[in-house]
């Protein structure tokens, strides 16, 4: 078993749509959970973090958590096609020491 | 302007060639990290410091060596003993431990001629 899983996807959705993007663990310590962003070519960047069971909001994503399923999702409202990329599940392993990162799910938003 | 600044951009190495990928950073972070990505996956770490003057292994550090002699920078050696290493390579920082995330920069792309 993986310790980050992710489907790879495409997962294509119309413009305006809600993103549905989901991630599963092995870790039942893992404490820190973030989503990275990352086109075609760059680098990750960071979109969203949680550490606690439940939702958090910051504009169009919101993420949420729940540790006894052992599952984090990401959802992008609103969707544009500048949102277009593939994301990135992280979970922090070990002794806090270091990212463990899933392959990540690439999402199409079309016109 | 803060940020962590990898180079080259992109690098191509001969057979049995040693080459090194350079990473500083000016966050003042302690920890730094060395991540490889193949297409269509993620990524995998390499090489891991959350101090000057130590450095860890990660999950595939054979054919790969580091140095941690100044905070601000992190270099990765790919050795001849890596056999597969065409890959885009990923430097990261991070305030002290890996739950406050990550800040990346912006790759290093190796090809083998």
């Known amino acids: 078993q993986k310790e980050v899983e992710q489907n790879s996807g495409p997962l294509s959705v119309p413009e305006g749509a809600i993103a549905s993007l989901n991630c599963t663990y092995s870790?039942?310590?893992?404490?820190?959970f973030f989503w990275y962003r990352q086109y075609s070519g760059k680098s990750p960047e960071l979109i969203m973090f949680i550490y606690s069971n439940g939702d958090k909001e910051d504009g169009r994503f919101t993420a949420q958590l729940n540790k006894a399923s052992q599952y984090v999702s990401l959802l992008i409202r609103d969707s544009q096609p500048s949102d277009s990329a593939t994301y990135l599940c992280a979970v922090v392993t070990g002794t806090a020491s270091k990212l463990t990162f899933g392959t990540g799910t690439r999402l199409q938003v079309t016109l | 302007d803060g940020g962590i600044t990898q180079s080259p951009k992109y690098l191509f190495r001969k057979e049995g060639q040693n080459v090194t990928l350079s990473c500083e950073q000016n966050l003042n972070h302690d920890a730094m990290y060395w991540y490889r990505q193949d297409p269509g996956q993620g990524l995998r770490l390499i090489y891991y410091?959350?101090?000057?003057?130590?450095?860890q292994k990660g999950d595939i550090a054979e054919g790969y060596s580091v140095s941690r002699e100044k905070k601000e920078s992190f270099p990765l050696t790919v050795t001849s003993a890596q056999k597969n290493p065409t890959a885009f390579y990923l430097c990261?920082?991070?305030?002290?431990?890996?739950?406050?995330?990550?800040?990346f920069g912006s790759g290093t792309r190796l090809t083998v001629v």
């Open positions: 410091s959350q101090i000057v003057n130590d450095f």
């Open positions: 990261a920082s991070s305030i002290s431990r890996a739950d406050y995330g990550y800040t």
């Open positions: 870790d039942r310590g893992s404490q820190s």
